[in-house]
């Protein structure tokens, strides 16, 4: 039996965020910070292991920004996947809760706008994951057309949702704070990620 005052598991928080979204952040006001940031480790460990996949098979991105050989950079990206993702996320959050006005609980808003990122995003690299182990690193290029604006969409709309439900501001206030700091961490992230 789980304790009713011990907060939702990772796993059941995420379901949560796909299947009732503002109860679910709702329910995350008296969270910690790093519940989120669980959802976030996540997302870096699948797109780590992803990364790692695509290095393992001799593939490489087409252009980068950063020096490092082509033939290497996917193995790079998996190593430091995590940490990169827990920066993302770190600016992403601190951004969008401040232009929100900074009102509600930081850390339960902290928490919401983890899995607010993190459930859209794997649900990408799943599919990016299941493209290219049944059809071929071809197909990547066009999965990632299509499925990438809709993740990124998505996302921006459960990070509205959690600023407006956490820190009760308008829908206008909540979508331009979700889309500054999303767009501000998309800049920084496009360094990096491939």
Do not use: K, N
Request: charge should be positive.
């Amino acid at each position: 039996m789980t304790d009713p005052d011990e907060p939702p598991g990772l796993a059941e928080t995420l379901l949560g965020t796909l299947a009732r979204p503002a109860a679910t952040f709702r329910g995350l006001a008296g969270a910690r910070a790093r519940d989120g940031a669980a959802a976030i480790a996540l997302l870096g460990m699948a797109w780590g292991l992803f990364s790692f996949l695509l290095w393992s098979s001799g593939r490489s991105p087409h252009a980068v920004l950063l020096p490092i050989p082509l033939r290497d950079y996917y193995l790079v990206q998996g190593l430091v996947m995590l940490p990169v993702l827990t920066g993302l996320y770190w600016i992403y959050s601190e951004l969008a809760y401040r232009l929100a006005g900074a009102r509600g609980p930081e850390p339960g808003v902290r928490a919401a706008l983890g899995y607010a990122y993190a459930l859209p995003m794997l649900v990408h690299v799943a599919l990016e994951s299941t493209v290219y182990l049944l059809v071929g690193f071809e197909s990547l290029a066009l999965v990632a057309a299509l499925s990438l604006p809709v993740a990124s969409l998505w996302v921006w709309a459960l990070a509205a949702r959690a600023l407006r439900e956490l820190c009760g501001v308008s829908w206008s206030r909540a979508i331009g704070a979700a889309f500054a700091g999303l767009f501000v961490q998309a800049a920084a992230g496009a360094l990096v990620l491939r």
